[in-house]
């Protein structure tokens, strides 16, 4: 089973700063790994896919980078709208069974 | 434009069964490339794959709920169900049914907004 492990847990920034949180996953994973945004009493929002492709209607902001075991999101100046939960997910094939890593919460500094 | 809406009791006793049901607009579960989920958050805490049904009924679950769920599919109502059998405190969350798009890697680009089950007596 893989394991994703996300860091930091918290992030405090201020409005326009670099956002930068990471996710290790236990074993290669290649390029397929997704990024979601989550606001209070909201569903998580799919931001990015395959590592590094934004999601439909994603603003250019946020960019994924990354492959085999290292990956990351960047939110390159934040937006008040910005401050929210980050998980990252992935799926292996066979069996299908997804896991999350455990979030990381990006607050106002 | 794709949405999922979750439907079910928000108050379940210890021991009995939970029930969800997802519902599906805009798409078909009969779609043969993508997997069906549901996923849960309790409160205050991360999120956790409960599991996939797939267009035939073929299912996969989380290792740790494998004994106490099963996901089944209505392709007539173009609904896809969740059970989780006895239900303790500790299953209390926010369930939420995705779609995952298929492929490799497994996106979940569809969310419903989410439905809270109580566990308690």
């Known amino acids: 089973e893989i394991v994703l492990t996300q860091s930091p847990a918290t992030l405090s920034l201020s409005p326009g700063e670099r956002a930068t949180v990471s996710c290790r996953a236990s074993?290669?994973?290649?390029?397929?790994l997704a990024w979601y945004q989550q606001k209070p009493g909201q569903a998580p929002r799919l931001l990015i896919y395959?590592?590094?492709t934004r999601a439909t209607g994603i603003p250019a902001r946020f960019s994924g980078s990354g492959s085999g075991t290292d990956f990351t999101l960047t939110i390159s100046s934040l937006e008040p709208e910005d401050f929210a939960v980050y998980y990252c997910?992935?799926?292996?094939?066979?069996?299908?069974?997804?896991?999350f890593g455990g979030g990381t919460k990006v607050e106002i500094k | 434009q794709v949405q999922l809406q979750e439907s079910g009791p928000g108050l379940v006793k210890p021991s009995e069964t939970l029930s969800l049901t997802c519902t599906v607009s805009?798409?078909?579960?009969?779609?043969?490339?993508?997997?069906w989920g549901w996923i849960r958050q309790p409160p205050g805490k991360g999120l956790e794959w409960i599991g996939y049904?797939?267009?035939?009924?073929?299912?996969n679950y989380n290792p740790s709920l494998k004994s106490r769920v099963t996901i089944s599919v209505d392709t007539s109502k173009n609904q896809f169900s969740l059970k989780l059998s006895s239900v303790t405190a500790a299953d209390t969350a926010v369930y939420y049914c995705?779609?995952?798009?298929?492929?490799?890697?497994?996106?979940?680009?569809?969310w419903g907004q989410g439905t809270l089950v109580t566990v308690s007596s």
């Open positions: 074993q290669s994973v290649s390029s397929y």
């Open positions: 049904i797939f267009y035939s009924g073929s299912t």
């Open positions: 997910q992935q799926r292996s094939n066979w069996p299908p069974e997804t896991v």
């Open positions: 995705a779609r995952d798009k298929g492929g490799y890697g497994g996106t979940l680009d569809y």
């Open positions: 805009g798409g078909s579960v009969s779609t043969g490339i993508y997997y």
């Open positions: 395959d590592a590094s």
